[in-house]
């Protein structure tokens, strides 16, 4: 199981590195957000991987997740087809969305995957899904994934309201990543531990340091058995580490030696190290994975590369059903 | 057979006035029992009234009138 | 003693809406309600009245005071395959959960590619004239109307009313059923006799996106929705004999029959619109880009608006009743489209 944890989180870094790779590469000369293959916004989730991992691992088919502008991590844990996730970041028809919704707006219904551009509105989403699968009798839960920005914003407020109130299955995570942008989280928020606020709802709250995969997939656990079993919400704040900018451009002028230091708390090496201490992994092994990791991630550039871009008639289409 | 319908007690005070605020049927129309032939209302809680028999109804109030709580309102010849 | 089959029988606009969603509820087991009050209160302005009795609450949850939460997880519970029916209370509350409805209940299906449905109902009670003033009397049809994505109805009486509730409960995209105060035929307010009407008990749906000539008349199209309908119908019944009246009652905003408004103009020639939505930048306009984008020569006279001015609505009564599109200010209208 760790290596396994060890190698999605490879090839979650991998696919992260080759989209940032593609985005940048034809914004040259005079960088220019619109242009490219890749246009518009990109927000990589490097540093994360474990987060998503670590959750993810405890979730079967037929779970719900709504995740955040920065996405793409808990799309590929969640188990979202890379090749169509990747046809819609490069807005092909053969996308997820027809290359209607981006890399923030992707939606796989048969992995009950979704995410939003706007901060914390996948949370009231979240109980409505979880609302729908007890109504149904299932016991599949609802996820819903914000950053630590989004606990100042009244959807992240109602949303735990009303999952408590009603005692639903789902889980709200916080990825705090101590950057809204560039305002720090001690700029915009007065309670340290926002699982003090979430407790406030009535709600089993836990705050989680360090970043280690193994330990978010133990709370996760928990959460996922008491949401499973009839017990209501859980509340999870993970404090991870965003190593890249908020978005792809971004200078970060405003973090200073703070980078630096982030660096070296990349979850990935400092995995490595402790798989390879444990006698798991060694080099050749790593060297393997990581090379799995390439291979299907550029089969899924080069597939979405090769796709049709929409005609542009498409453009009036699924306005309704 | 003719059965008087009175506005009903809806107020614990008897001399509340109450309104009778829609008819939905006219003197003269043929009604089924269990029909909602009008909806009258007491300090802001309303209930719809329903004949009690089948037979032709005829409306004894206007609508919109205040009426004072048990009186008659409507009759039915079944 | 004979006992007349009736298939119809007078109900008010209110009943024949909680009639609606309860023969749907009925017909299927996903449908359910959400709001505030709308349990064993009924509603606020008698929209589910009698559904608590019948499905309890499982089915008819009374929400907290929390609308970004409760209607986004309307939109949750929609993509995963129920139907919910989600009021909100005034669509003047829209500003504290506007983002779930335009951003997310609006765009998913289009985001998706087609791939996600959203079968959602969003009903709101609109419209004043009985002074509740500026933050609980607007109409804002043309505020959700403009954003893609929104199927938007407004019956202006009960067998429409009854109809498109059940069309939207039926419909696979987000409608939001937009319903006048003053059309509900409720007990405690000022009633428009046009609000009890004769209405079918069997199931029954009206097709979204289809006006209705409501009067026929060929000298003048008075083109309108909601409330105002009631108004220009009692107009033109008093202009019998004098000037031949054609009431259109849009009955669906989203998507809006161009066409009924294109044939009726087609044969008057001469139009006026009552919309108690603002005036400027709204319905009204587009009516009349609607003639103007295929041809302006179909009008023999300038266009008449009767609109709510571009004022926020006022408290004091004689104020809000200068500003409404009252049965003289429409007539008046008439009168001077006719004149050309």
Known sequence: MRLGFYSEMVRIRTYEEAIRRDYHADKTPAWDIGAGLIPGEMHLAAGQEPVAVGLCANLVQGDALTGPHRPHHLALAKGVDMKAMTAEIFGRTTGLGKGKGGHMHLFDPSQHFSCSGIIAEGYPVAVGQALAFRRRGTDNIAVAVAGEGAVNQGAFHEALNLASLWNLPVIFVIEDNDWAISVHRDSSTPVKDNAERAASYGIPSKRIEGNDVEAIYEASKQAVERARAGGGPSFLEVHTVRLWGHFEGDAQAYRGDELTEAE???????????????????????????????????????????????????????VFA | MSVVIEFPTLSKDEAAEGVLATWFVRSGETVKAGQVIAEVMVDKVSVDIEAPIAGVVTCLVEEEAAVIQGSPIAEIEG | MTATETETRRITTAKAISEAIAQEMRANPDVFVMGEDVGTYGGIFGSTGGLYDEFGSERILDTPISETGFIGAGIGAAVEGLRPVVELMFVDFFGVCMDQIYNHMAKIHYESGGNVKVPMVLMMAVGGGYSDAAQHSQCLWATFAHMPGLKVVVPSNPYDAKGLMASAIQDDNPVLFMFHKGVMGLPWMAKNPRSIGDVPEERYTVPIGKANVAHEGSDVTVVSVSMSVQHCLDVAEALEGTTSVEVLDLRTIVPLDREA?????????????????????????????TITDTDPRLLKAPVQRVAYPDVPVPYSRVLEYEALPTRDKIQKAIETVMKG
Do not use: M
């Not at chain 1, 006698?279 to 597939?303: N, R, S």
């Not at chain 3, 408004?261 to 009204?284: A, P, Q």
């Open chain 1, 264 to 318: 070296s708390r990349d979850p990935i090496p400092l995995y490595a190290t402790k798989l390879e201490n444990a006698g798991i992994l060694d080099e050749a092994t790593a060297a393997a994975i990581k090379q799995t990791a390439v291979d299907e991630v550029e089969e899924a550039i080069a597939f979405a590369k090769a796709s049709p871009e929409p005609a542009p008639s498409d453009a009036y289409l699924h």
């Open chain 3, 261 to 289: 408004i294109l044939k009726s103009v087609g044969k008057t020639g001469r139009l006026v619109i009552v919309d108690e939505d603002y005036k400027s930048f709204g319905l009204s306009g587009e009516v009349v880009a």
